[in-house]
């Protein structure tokens, strides 16, 4: 079992801002704070979970013209992508985000939540070297390969777009019990030469 670290994207009253604000200034949308390699502030903000409240990372605020957040820190619990299968559509970990997680979080917040059209690699191509890949829609998903910024190596299909956050190697590392410990992450991104391999 791994561990799992969760993006959701945030569309209603996020309008995205076409230049970052001083830092003396007031932001007035969530998409204001958005990461950028020019300002030192990390772009945090806290959303109410079942445990009470929770760091986001701020990672873009056009993620398909929508805001991407990411759970600053893995879910406490360990979770699995499937039993065997590293396909990510209806996977385990997939319903879990879509059903368990999302339904635990307070309405406000689930409302503010919109659809966002993902990149995951076609179901066909496991067990083949194939990098095809399909749109699926979610509310609540996992990181791909691609936005992590590694490169296209004919394994793994070209899903999304890289996102400057993680240019910086250092933001790759997932952490636990308040970032005393790091430890390995699921993507949703399956390697089409292993059918079991994420």
Known sequence: YKVVVLAIVLGVLLNACSKRQAVTEEYNTISDLAYSEKCKIEPIIYIEEKTGFVPYIVLT????????????????????????????????????????????????????????????????????????????????????????????????????????YFKDNKNRFATTNNGRFTVSWWLRSADSTYDSCV
């Open 61 to 164: 605020n056009d993620y398909n013209g929508k805001t991407l957040l990411l759970r600053k820190e893995i879910l406490p619990e360990n979770r699995r992508v499937s039993d065997y299968s590293a396909y990510y559509e209806e996977s385990e970990i997939d319903n879990y985000l879509m059903g368990e997680f999302f339904d635990n979080l307070p309405i406000q917040t689930r409302c503010l939540i919109q659809d966002s059209e993902i990149e995951i690699l076609d179901e066909r191509c496991l067990n083949q070297i194939d990098d095809s890949v399909i749109t699926i829609v979610r509310k609540v998903f996992l990181l791909s390969f691609t936005e992590l910024g590694y490169k296209k190596n004919g394994h793994v299909g070209v899903e999304g777009v890289p996102l400057l």
